[in-house]
T-cell receptor, first 113, second 108 residues
């Protein structure tokens, strides 16, 4: 069966420090991968999606970047965190473009101090 | 622009009362719509999708293209229905667009 792993679960980082959140999927090939940010009152905001290795689409201009070095690995990064980067980050995957269920990871609570 | 609107941030109902969580969308093509649910300390998961026309845990949702709505309904709320509910739109490309969510509280 397919599973999605996301880590760490919680992270406290100082302003200006780098960030790396990792997401891996098991049990499927060539998934579509997504990074969302969940903020109170703002719902789930799509940050990045990827349809293949090295292919990244950015939805909103921001201080973050994403990479997909392997088929089932999706990484969210920042060179220098801002206070406004605090939030709950969710990784997700789906198989069929947009028409099938998206499966979500457990999420990472990031607090920038 | 593609958009999903959930007007209620919080909806409180008593156990046994009917529930309706509102969702309106904006999309010029043929949308695919979903309801996702997040129970306390659990990951976000699919509740139902409009193409399946199914009832899950007593919930149903009908796509009304004229009103561009996809409201989630249940005739008799249960305490275990308390959760965060998100309406989502897929445009058939690679993106899922979510609403801001509605927290449902079912009171004993």
């Amino acid at each position: 069966s397919q599973t999605i792993h996301q880590w760490p679960a919680t992270l406290v980082q100082p302003v200006g420090s780098p960030l790396s959140l990792e997401c891996t999927v098991e049990g499927t090939s060539n998934p579509n991968l997504y990074w969302y940010r969940q903020a109170a009152g703002r719902g789930l905001q799509l940050l990045f999606y990827s349809v293949g290795i090295g292919q990244i689409s950015s939805e909103v201009p921001q201080n973050l970047s994403a990479s997909r070095p392997q088929d089932r690995q999706f990484i969210l990064s920042s060179k220098k965190l801002l206070l406004s980067d605090s939030g709950f980050y969710l990784c997700a995957w789906s198989v069929i473009p947009g028409s099938a269920e998206a499966f979500f990871g457990q999420g990472t609570r990031l607090t920038v101090v | 622009a593609q958009r999903v609107t959930q007007p209620e941030k919080l909806l409180s109902v008593f156990k046994g009362a009917p529930v309706e969580l509102k969702c309106n969308y904006s999309y010029s093509g043929s949308p695919e719509l979903f309801w996702y649910v997040q129970y306390s300390r659990q990951r976000l998961q699919l509740l139902l999708r409009h193409i399946s026309r199914e009832s899950i845990k007593g919930f149903t949702a009908d796509l009304n293209k004229g009103e561009t709505s996809f409201h989630l309904k249940k005739p008799f709320a249960q305490e275990e229905d308390s959760a965060m509910y998100y309406c989502a739109l897929s445009t058939g490309t690679y993106k899922y667009i979510f609403g801001t969510g509605t927290r449902l509280k079912v009171l004993a």
